[in-house]
């Protein structure tokens, strides 16, 4: 059996070897905590779900099936550990999402007003303009863009961590996308 | 004509999902319809700025944490050895300055009798009470050197107790440099 460069990883934390699996949560930290943060909008709240998942994964690593893909069992975790989160805390996050609405108003008033539109901004404003408004979708829309473009995940993988179907999952990244093209547009962006 | 399309056919579209029939249809359909295209054109934007996301950068502090919550540090073996030595060699030490062993006259008594069993074990207690005496001494100096700028006369006990205590210090401290060293040119 032909191992992937994470399975390597993997082969060696399970042999004692530490340094390992500091070179896996380096390769991971940054996806599972923009994961998190997007989906927690807390920063206190996200650095604690990281820990409680990297240590979650290491405790649990044995258990890892060398036939699957390591990136979709760890995300599979992952989903598990927010998304539990977020139902035990629905009203908190609730009120964050209220609270991020205003802020990216306040975003926009500032910064992002242009006569024009979205030619008038710089590239790189735009994006961050566009992945406030993907904080602000709600969760079960969230969630599914968080993993199809900030973890590069196909549409199968998603269907596996999230145990939807894949036609479910398909329609709505679909949705969330017009969601977001709607607020793109009552923002004035994009015209 | 064909009709127009609808957003789940155009990001279909983006997306790369449809057979090739479909791929021409859709394709043909956006030369000529303006709506759709405007439609196709936005949808287009968004998914090429939702491709190149924006990652917020992770705090340190969570594979440091991460790292003591599975790792937590145990002192180094050298270090440990390093402050048994010498804590061992502070308590005979002490025991000897306390007793004043090198006057006394069950040492002496001891070097007498082993003479006559064992020179060896002879030659040992006496380079041993030799030390001892040599630092006994030196101890004895300090104090008077203490008493007479100071006038306080604060016991060669206390003296020989804080003069182990740096010493122990000074040990310990050398014994973990010297390991990180080691422990950094093996990794």
Same mark, same amino acid.
């Given at each position: 059996?032909?191992?992937?460069?994470?399975?390597?990883?993997?082969?060696?934390?399970?042999?004692?070897?530490?340094?390992?699996?500091?070179?896996?949560?380096?390769?991971?930290?940054?996806?599972?905590?923009?994961?998190?943060?997007?989906?927690?909008?807390? /920063?206190?709240?996200?650095?604690?779900?990281?820990?409680?998942?990297?240590?979650?994964?290491?405790?649990?690593?044995?258990?890892?099936?060398? /036939?699957?893909?390591?990136?979709?069992?760890?995300?599979?975790?992952?989903?598990?550990?927010?998304?539990?989160?977020?139902?035990?805390?629905?009203?908190?996050?609730? +009120?964050?999402?209220?609270? +991020?609405?205003?802020?990216?108003?306040?975003?926009?008033?500032?910064?992002?007003?242009?006569?024009?539109?979205?030619?008038?901004? &710089?590239?790189?404003?735009?994006?961050?303009?566009?992945?406030?408004?993907?904080?602000?979708?709600?969760?079960?829309?969230?969630?599914?863009? !968080?993993?199809?473009?900030?973890?590069?995940?196909?549409?199968?993988?998603? &269907?596996?961590?999230?145990?939807? %179907?894949?036609?479910?999952?398909?329609?709505?990244?679909?949705?969330?996308?017009?969601? !977001?093209?709607?607020?793109?547009?009552?923002?004035?962006?994009?015209? | 004509?064909?009709?127009?399309?609808?957003?789940?056919?155009?990001?279909?579209?983006?997306?790369?999902?449809?057979?090739?029939?479909?791929? #021409?249809?859709?394709?043909?359909?956006?030369?000529?319809?303006?709506?759709?295209?405007?439609?196709?054109?936005?949808?287009?934007?968004?998914?090429?700025?939702?491709?190149?996301?924006?990652?917020?950068?992770? %705090?340190?502090?969570?594979?440091?944490?991460?790292?003591?919550?599975?790792? %937590?540090?145990? %002192?180094?073996?050298?270090?440990?050895?390093?402050?048994?030595?010498?804590?061992?060699?502070?308590?005979?030490?002490?025991?000897?300055?306390?007793?004043?062993?090198?006057?006394?006259?069950?040492?002496?008594?001891?070097?007498?009798?082993?003479?006559?069993? +064992?020179?060896?074990?002879? +030659?040992?207690?006496?380079?041993?009470?030799?030390?001892?005496?040599?630092?006994? #001494?030196?101890?004895?100096?300090?104090? &008077?050197?203490?008493?007479?700028?100071?006038?306080?006369?604060?016991?060669? /006990?206390?003296?020989?107790?804080?003069?182990?205590?740096?010493?122990?210090?000074?040990?310990?401290?050398?014994?973990?440099?010297?390991?990180?060293?080691?422990?950094? #040119?093996?990794?």
């Amino acid at each position: 059996m032909v191992l992937d460069d994470d399975q390597v990883l993997i082969k060696k934390i399970l042999e004692g070897k530490k340094s390992s699996f500091e070179e896996l949560m380096k390769k991971y930290n940054k996806k599972i905590f923009g994961f998190i943060f997007r989906m927690v909008r807390d /920063e206190e709240i996200a650095i604690e779900l990281t820990q409680d998942f990297f240590i979650k994964i290491f405790k649990i690593l044995a258990k890892y099936n060398f /036939e699957y893909k390591f990136s979709t069992w760890a995300y599979r975790i992952c989903y598990n550990l927010v998304i539990d989160y977020v139902r035990k805390n629905q009203a908190y996050i609730d +009120s964050l999402d209220d609270d +991020s609405v205003s802020q990216k108003q306040m975003l926009k008033s500032e910064n992002y007003v242009a006569e024009d539109g979205f030619d008038k901004l &710089a590239k790189e404003e735009l994006k961050e303009y566009i992945w406030e408004v993907v904080d602000t979708i709600p969760v079960k829309y969230r969630e599914l863009i !968080l993993l199809r473009y900030l973890q590069g995940l196909k549409y199968d993988e998603i &269907a596996s961590i999230t145990e939807l %179907p894949v036609g479910t999952v398909k329609n709505r990244i679909f949705k969330a996308k017009e969601i !977001l093209k709607t607020e793109i547009e009552n923002d004035g962006m994009f015209k | 004509m064909m009709e127009c399309l609808n957003n789940e056919k155009i990001q279909e579209y983006i997306n790369g999902e449809l057979t090739t029939v479909e791929n #021409a249809m859709v394709r043909d359909h956006l030369i000529i319809c303006k709506k759709c295209r405007f439609e196709y054109e936005y949808y287009e934007r968004l998914e090429k700025y939702l491709e190149d996301p924006v990652y917020i950068k992770p %705090p340190e502090v969570i594979e440091r944490n991460v790292l003591k919550a599975l790792f %937590p540090r145990i %002192p180094a073996l050298s270090s440990v050895l390093a402050l048994i030595a010498a804590s061992f060699t502070l308590i005979i030490t002490w025991i000897y300055i306390y007793f004043d062993f090198a006057n006394n006259s069950i040492i002496q008594a001891l070097q007498i009798t082993s003479s006559k069993t +064992s020179n060896f074990i002879a +030659s040992v207690i006496k380079i041993i009470s030799t030390i001892f005496s040599a630092v006994y #001494a030196i101890f004895k100096i300090i104090n &008077a050197f203490i008493d007479a700028v100071f006038k306080v006369n604060i016991g060669v /006990e206390i003296i020989g107790l804080l003069t182990f205590m740096m010493f122990i210090s000074f040990f310990y401290l050398i014994s973990r440099i010297i390991f990180k060293k080691i422990k950094g #040119a093996n990794a």
